[in-house]
C-alpha cells in the first residue's frame, strides 16, 4: 500500500526575495551533508515555480515490559524515521509540508528565521480552500463555527453534522459565523474513500485514506499539493 503522511501544512508566505529563499533551503542541505546529526534536509530542487525539499529525523522510541524472572521492568531501544515533505510554490506564494505534526512545528520554527521569507500564520478561508475541490466527488460532513449566535446568545464553538454540500453551505452562509474546521468526504467513481479533517484555524489537514489505490492516493496528494488558496 502507497503510504503518504497523515498529516499536511499549508499556509500563505510572504517572499521578499526569490533567490534569497533558494539559497537558504539550498544551505539546509547543503549543511546537512556535513553533519552527523541525526537529522537534516535532502532532495532539494528548484525551478521558477516551485521549490521542494525533503527533511528526515531519527528518534529512539521505548518499549517499556515487567522481566518476568527478576520482576524489574526493562526498556527496548528502537530507533524510529520520520519524514517529511516540504513544498513552496512561488506563484502561489504557498508552503506545504507533509509531516507529523512536531515535526511541522519544528520546520516551522526553523523556516522563520529566514529575514527573506516569512510565514504568515493566517486562517485559511472556508470558500477558498473549498473551491479546490469538485462538488461532485466531495461531500461536506461536518462544520465547526465560531462565537455564533443562537437565540440571543453566543456559542464559542459549535460542530454541525451535514447531509449535504447544500445544508453545509446553506447553514455557513445563513450563519455568517467564522467557519474554524470542515470534514471532507472524497469519493473516487471506483469508491476509493479519502476523509479530510481541516483545521482551517492552524493550516492542518488530518487525512484518513482507506484504500490501497496507489492512484487514488497520488491524486488526493496531487490536488493539496496544488491548492490555491
Do not use: H, W
Given at each position: 500500500?502507497?503510504?503518504?503522511?497523515?498529516?499536511?501544512?499549508?499556509?500563505?508566505?510572504?517572499?521578499?526575495?526569490?533567490?534569497?529563499?533558494?539559497?537558504?533551503?539550498?544551505?539546509?542541505?547543503?549543511?546537512?551533508?556535513?553533519?552527523?546529526?541525526?537529522?537534516?534536509?535532502?532532495?532539494?530542487?528548484?525551478?521558477?515555480?516551485?521549490?521542494?525539499?525533503?527533511?528526515?529525523?531519527?528518534?529512539?522510541?521505548?518499549?517499556?515490559?515487567?522481566?518476568?524472572?527478576?520482576?524489574?521492568?526493562?526498556?527496548?531501544?528502537?530507533?524510529?524515521?520520520?519524514?517529511?515533505?516540504?513544498?513552496?510554490n512561488f506563484i502561489k506564494n504557498i508552503l506545504i509540508v507533509w509531516g507529523r505534526p512536531y515535526i511541522i512545528k519544528y520546520l516551522n520554527t526553523q523556516f522563520q528565521s529566514d529575514k527573506y521569507f516569512n510565514i504568515l500564520n493566517e486562517k485559511v478561508n472556508f470558500y477558498d480552500f473549498y473551491k479546490?475541490?469538485?462538488?461532485?466527488?466531495?461531500?461536506?460532513?461536518?462544520?465547526?463555527?465560531?462565537?455564533?449566535?443562537?437565540?440571543?446568545?453566543?456559542?464559542?464553538?459549535?460542530?454541525?453534522?451535514?447531509?449535504?454540500?447544500?445544508?453545509?453551505?446553506?447553514?455557513?452562509?445563513?450563519?455568517?459565523?467564522?467557519?474554524?474546521?470542515?470534514?471532507?468526504?472524497?469519493?473516487?467513481?471506483?469508491?476509493?474513500?479519502?476523509?479530510?479533517?481541516?483545521?482551517?484555524?492552524?493550516?492542518?489537514?488530518?487525512?484518513?485514506?482507506?484504500?490501497?489505490?496507489?492512484?487514488?492516493?497520488?491524486?488526493?496528494?496531487?490536488?493539496?499539493?496544488?491548492?490555491?488558496?
Open positions: 500500500m502507497m503510504q503518504i503522511e497523515p498529516y499536511v501544512y499549508i499556509n500563505k508566505v510572504l517572499i521578499q526575495d526569490k533567490v534569497k529563499v533558494q539559497e537558504f533551503f539550498q544551505n539546509l542541505e547543503d549543511e546537512s551533508a556535513t553533519s552527523k546529526e541525526k537529522e537534516g534536509y535532502y532532495g532539494f530542487e528548484t525551478t521558477d515555480d516551485l521549490l521542494s525539499l525533503n527533511y528526515y529525523r531519527m528518534k529512539n522510541t521505548f518499549d517499556f515490559s515487567i522481566d518476568d524472572k527478576t520482576n524489574e521492568i526493562v526498556s527496548d531501544k528502537t530507533p524510529e524515521l520520520f519524514k517529511a515533505e516540504i513544498q513552496l479546490n475541490f469538485d462538488s461532485n466527488e466531495c461531500n461536506i460532513n461536518e462544520v465547526s463555527f465560531k462565537d455564533i449566535k443562537v437565540l440571543d446568545k453566543y456559542i464559542s464553538v459549535a460542530t454541525l453534522t451535514t447531509a449535504s454540500n447544500k445544508d453545509a453551505l446553506y447553514l455557513i452562509k445563513e450563519l455568517g459565523a467564522e467557519v474554524s474546521t470542515v470534514k471532507l468526504k472524497i469519493v473516487s467513481v471506483e469508491n476509493d474513500i479519502a476523509m479530510l479533517d481541516i483545521n482551517l484555524e492552524d493550516g492542518v489537514i488530518k487525512l484518513n485514506i482507506p484504500t490501497a489505490n496507489k492512484f487514488f492516493i497520488e491524486n488526493i496528494k496531487d490536488q493539496i499539493n496544488n491548492l490555491d488558496i
